[in-house]
């Protein structure tokens, strides 16, 4: 069975502190994923990575950076926290080939920004 | 813009009834489909897929229908158990693709 972990479950955080939220998965797979979850807004992606060092922005990258320094670990770090960052933070990872594989999805981090 | 959507936030269904999830997408070029389930405080989970080959696929309850020219799909749910209560999303990729759009979301409550 695929494994993805997330480092923290619940997180609260005060606003201008630096954040590093943490992921890893276990079944080599390429692909991985940084998603956050809003009410009335689904699953936004905020930057996803296809191989070690490799990153690409996805829909809402804005104050967000990411890391990935092995295949299995992926970060995503608030440089600078802010309110309207507190949200549910989902990682994932996927097989990379020629066609689209199903992501699994870690248990996430509820990261509140007071 | 939000390129896939769940234009129902909430459905309730009585135990043993058909449960009917709704997903629209805008993107012409999304051939592939999949559907996510998603308990409170854990990851959502792959529940079933469809490629844009195919109008219909079918695993045990779960039954998936793609119509490309409504850009529509929908997941059936025959019977409803209360087990089954949980937020639905359904997602779409180019098939070459990395990326998946997911909608919003749709919160099914089985009722026993």
């Known amino acids: 069975d695929v494994k993805v972990t997330q480092s923290s479950r619940y997180l609260v955080k005060r606003t201008g502190e630096k954040v590093f939220l943490e992921c890893v998965q276990d079944?080599?797979?390429?692909?991985m994923f940084w998603y956050r979850q809003d009410p009335g807004l689904g699953l936004r992606l905020i930057y996803f990575s296809y191989d070690v060092k490799m990153k690409e922005k996805g829909d809402i990258p804005e104050g967000y950076s990411v890391s990935r320094e092995k295949k299995e670990r992926f970060s995503l770090i608030l440089e600078s926290a802010s309110t309207n960052q507190t949200s549910m933070y989902l990682c994932?990872?996927?097989?990379?080939?020629?066609?689209?594989?199903?992501?699994?999805f870690g248990p996430g981090t509820r990261l509140t920004v007071t | 813009d939000q390129q896939v959507k769940q234009n129902s936030p909430s459905l309730s269904v009585q135990e043993g009834r058909i449960s009917i999830l709704n997903c629209d997408y805008t993107?012409?070029?999304?051939?592939?489909f999949l559907w996510y389930k998603k308990y409170p405080a854990e990851g959502p989970t792959f529940l079933i897929s469809i490629s844009s080959i195919k109008d219909k696929n079918e695993d045990g309850r779960f039954t998936v229908f793609l119509n490309k020219s409504a850009k529509h799909l929908s997941l059936h749910i025959v019977p409803s158990q209360p087990g089954d209560s949980a937020v639905y999303f359904c997602?779409?990729?180019?098939?070459?693709?990395?990326?998946?759009?997911f909608g919003t979301g749709t919160s099914l409550t089985v009722i026993p």
């Open positions: 997602a779409a990729s180019v098939w070459t693709g990395n990326q998946f759009y």
């Open positions: 079944m080599d797979h390429e692909n």
């Open positions: 994932a990872s996927s097989l990379r080939g020629l066609s689209s594989y199903e992501q699994y």
């Open positions: 993107n012409s070029m999304f051939d592939y």
